[in-house]
């Protein structure tokens, strides 16, 4: 959740920075360029924050599953 949240917050503020700046945001060579260039491959490394989001499902459905055979009785016994 860590890496989904990071990326995403940091894609949001390169992006206010370069309305920000306005055309100076995207010419080659400056620092918001830079960035803006940089954050792409953080947010497909490991996976798009979409994988990512399936990912976090995943675990919390297997959780959930685990807890509640847990709690349930074995086959043929009565609760």
């Known amino acids: 959740m860590a890496?989904?949240?990071a990326t995403e917050a940091a894609q949001r503020i390169i992006d206010r920075a370069v309305q920000l700046h306005g055309g100076?945001?995207?010419?080659?060579?400056?620092?918001v360029e830079r960035l803006y260039r940089?954050?792409?491959?953080?947010?497909i490394?490991?996976?798009?924050?979409?994988?990512q989001k399936l990912i976090i499902a995943k675990g919390v459905l297997e959780r959930a599953a685990a807890e509640l055979a847990a709690d349930e009785p074995p086959p043929g016994r009565a609760p």
């Open 45 to 51: 490394y490991e996976g798009t924050t979409e994988i």
């Open 24 to 31: 100076m945001g995207v010419i080659e060579g400056t620092e």
């Open 3 to 5: 890496k989904m949240f």
């Open 38 to 43: 940089e954050i792409r491959p953080l947010r």
